[in-house]
């Protein structure tokens, strides 16, 4: 019985062993993980912010108003003319909604600018993918 149970608690250090190298392996991976990730997040950084400054540089041919329109939409998103209107007010002092109207025209045929529907079928604009 005795030669039994020592084999028994060889085994049970030979598997506690075999778990322990595993968890040095599970944090390695998990290190490595890690960064993989990291990395991930920082291109995708680095994407969106490349593709706001082309969106950007691009409404500039329409102008400062476009620009800022432009910008308006980026952090607010889909928004109604009124809406954008009363925003770019805000930071402009001044904004007519006609005028922010054809900008948004301009802006639709640059291809930077796209109108969805919201409730009710409210016409709403947002920065084309």
Same mark, same amino acid.
């Given at each position: 019985?005795?030669?039994?149970?020592?084999?028994?608690?060889?085994?049970?250090?030979?598997?506690?062993?075999?778990?322990?190298?595993?968890?040095?392996?599970n944090?390695?991976?998990?290190?490595?993980?890690?960064?993989?990730?990291?990395?991930?997040?920082?291109? #995708?950084?680095?994407?969106?912010? #490349?593709?706001?400054?082309?969106? !950007? #540089?691009?409404?500039?041919?329409?102008?400062?108003?476009?620009?800022?329109?432009?910008?308006? !939409?980026?952090?607010? +998103?889909?928004?109604?003319?009124?809406?954008?209107?009363?925003?770019?007010?805000?930071?402009?002092?001044?904004?007519?909604?006609?005028?922010?109207?054809?900008? !948004?025209?301009? !802006?639709?045929?640059l +291809?930077?600018v796209?109108?969805?529907? +919201?409730?009710?079928?409210?016409?709403?604009?947002?920065?084309?993918?």
């Amino acid at each position: 019985m005795e030669n039994v149970i020592d084999e028994l608690v060889r085994k049970i250090k030979l598997l506690e062993e075999e778990l322990e190298k595993e968890k040095e392996l599970n944090r390695e991976v998990l290190r490595e993980l890690a960064i993989i990730k990291d990395v991930a997040l920082i291109g #995708s950084e680095i994407y969106k912010t #490349s593709k706001k400054i082309t969106l !950007l #540089s691009k409404s500039l041919k329409a102008g400062t108003l476009a620009k800022e329109i432009t910008e308006t !939409l980026l952090s607010e +998103g889909p928004l109604n003319i009124s809406q954008l209107t009363n925003l770019l007010r805000r930071i402009r002092g001044k904004a007519s909604r006609k005028t922010v109207a054809k900008k !948004l025209e301009e !802006l639709e045929k640059l +291809g930077l600018v796209e109108t969805v529907e +919201g409730k009710k079928s409210e016409k709403l604009f947002k920065i084309k993918e």
